[in-house]
């Protein structure tokens, strides 16, 4: 099928566009390298050397044969290109990773809070507007956040993929009802993905769009089965305190002998998925979309959970780094538990990537080699939720 | 107090703003001048001949002395500058009517649509980031809408004022809950006002924001002891299929001889309050707000339920006008009960306006003074909910 992927120069995007290339899709990679420029604001690099899209592209082509589109768009701004794009592409669907996707840097100032709506709002929503204007049937598959559901809500229930099944008191007697999960979010950015799943609802309902939102916990890792093909395929790697994923982080921090960072009391359990899952999770979904006038089809797309201080202390003990315990830059539970349905995936064919299969290692030999690149004043977490919250200094300087 | 009127050049925001005057607080209108922008659009313009805001501001100077403020500003574009009248006037509260409020338009065209989006999302989150920012108290009260909660979702119970209590089932056994009533907008522009929730919702959270929600339901009327002083002070009377209001609509229709337009079966109930309702509800919820750290303040601002068709039987029978039914553009339930709390807002001291008051007369005679000034041709609903919906051809040509 042709499937055009939105965002597909990012951490999931790319090895995503990668995947659904090998596997005989036709993709066309949409982006308009927001990430890389925010990289050059917060004056950071991925740990990798990734290269521009236009060589990704051109080598992957060399390698397999197999052609990548690119078109350099920015969905919210450029409705009318957009639009354009799927009239003339009449694709069968698309994957849309097109959004700001790190919490603190959805926090860290009044314009990144404004960005992160603007952009994944607007964006999103324009999305929406130009299929049901093409009156093309497109399949969505659009990568939301296990953030939505908030921590702890519903307390010994598992959360649901989605839909919570809850009774309301009526003067006839309790009504059972199938509502989407109430959201909580946490930061902007999780915000962002719970308006999101709203507008979903309302073109799901008054246009029939077939959407699928998969709620995504943590990725870790960094390369997949075509990103190691040849280190100009090579995935990114986040390790600054905005955008780096807590697991990775670790990995990176040991790899360059920085103590561990974990931000408050490390009681925070979240949920987690290996990159080489996210990109099976995305086939799947493709590949299982929702029929014409249902609901929204939500799958909660993770296989693991952990307490971060646990995460902190099985690094340590591989590697012998200490763990340094500094101050939480966000305001959210102290300690929380996390019990996440998770059947869906499972059920059609997912084979989970553990932390235990070794593949820690994997990510680490990724530090490892290019630990020279990193730049220690880029580890500390320091956009707070609120003004005048505490961060910590530098553990190491260079 | 110091009050800006987010707005405030609106049918609700105008009248609002000389009650707070007329009352003894320090106005000051912030609007963009959107409202008359779309009339020029659509080519229509408000059955009233209403004045500039420069002259409707000097007019209500020369006839009370007090003085209204007005800064032409774009809630969505100019958030510096929105920012900056925050710090150079340092208001106590924000009454913020700053949104694209007609369902129809909001789905007339996918420019509409996004519109919509963009200018509600963007403004009402510009609005909440610039308090923010300022690290000023000042206190939110929001226009909603009764739409944000569909109809008819929980059978015999009434629709709470905001928050739903329900039961989740657990493995330990029911768990109650107390959760914001699940989103079921019926248009765009009621999809909005469920995002602006969230966006609330979080703030309260985050920021300790003190935002009032106020889910208002159909206006009807048009003058406010206020807006009668003068004519030059009139309030907008809006007829046409996108912006005119259902009830306003029929007396209009009634005052030239138009069939009452009942589009679909008329089997729709819906929640109604008069202008002078509103302008009151708005005083009490400033005078009335929620303490740092609580959860947003959610009134259902509205007196009473009627069924679409019985109030054009209603009025029918008061005129000898004849009832026109007319395919429905929207996508809705053709019938539904309505039965909603409304209490908070007459415990603290609402008397509300009901039809048998005899301001029905009122609003006719504001129809009947200007009917020369209707466009018939603009009085059909064609802004379909779905692109091929059938719509109805003029009933009258002048």
Redesign the interface.
């Known amino acids: 099928m042709k499937v055009l992927v939105l965002g597909g120069d990012g951490f999931c995007g790319w090895p995503t566009s990668l995947h659904l290339s090998d596997i005989g899709h036709d993709v066309i990679v949409v982006d308009n390298l927001s990430r890389r420029a925010i990289d050059l604001e917060l004056e950071v690099e991925s740990l990798t050397p990734i290269r521009p899209m236009g060589e990704r592209v051109a080598v992957w082509k060399e390698l397999t044969g197999k052609e990548i589109g690119f078109v350099n768009l920015d969905l919210a701004k450029e ?1 009318d290109r957009f ?1 354009q794009l799927l009239r003339t592409e009449r694709p069968d669907a698309i994957v849309h990773f097109g959004e700001q996707r790190a919490a603190p840097y959805s926090m860290r100032s ?1 314009a990144a ?2 960005y992160t ?2 952009n994944n ?2 964006g999103t ?2 999305v929406l ?2 299929v ?2 093409t ?1 093309l049937d497109i399949a969505l598959v659009h990568l939301g956040t296990m953030g939505v559901y908030g921590y702890g ?5 598992p959360i649901p993929e989605g839909y ?9 007697g ?2 059972e ?1 199938e ?2 999960h ?2 909580n ?1 946490g ?2 950015y999780h ?1 962002t993905k ?2 999101d799943q ?2 979903f ?2 073109y799901a309902k ?2 029939k769009l077939r959407i699928t939102d998969l709620h995504q916990g943590i990725v870790w890792g960094t390369q997949t089965p075509q990103t190691a093909l040849d280190e100009r395929l090579i995935n990114r790697f986040d390790y600054d305190g905005d955008y780096g994923t807590v697991l990775n982080r670790f990995l990176m921090q040991a790899a360059i002998g920085h103590p561990l960072t974990v931000h408050g009391t490390g009681g925070q359990t979240r949920a987690f998925i290996h990159i080489r899952d996210t990109v099976r999770c995305i086939q799947i979904a493709l590949e299982n979309p929702p029929v014409a006038g249902e609901q929204v089809k939500v799958f909660n797309q993770v296989t693991e959970t952990y307490r971060v201080r646990n995460l902190a202390n099985l690094i340590s003990s591989l590697t012998g780094v200490e763990v340094a315990n500094l101050p939480n830059p966000r ?1 959210e539970a102290a300690e929380n538990d996390l019990n996440v349905e998770r059947e869906q995936f499972v059920k059609l064919g997912l084979n989970p990537t553990l932390l235990s299969d070794g593949l820690l290692e994997e990510s680490r030999d990724v530090a490892q080699k290019y630990r020279d690149r990193a730049d220690t004043s880029k580890i500390i977490a320091r956009s707070t ?3 005048g919250m505490e961060t910590s200094p530098d553990l190491v300087t260079k």
């Open positions: 409705y639009e009044s809070k404004r709506v603007d709002v607007s929503h324009n507007a130009a049901v204007a009156g809500w519903s307390g010994s229930a919570l099944t809850v009774k309301v008191p009526t003067p006839d309790d009504l009802r509502i989407l109430p959201a979010p930061s902007v915000m719970t308006l709203l507008l609802a309302f008054n246009d305001q939720w609120r003004q």
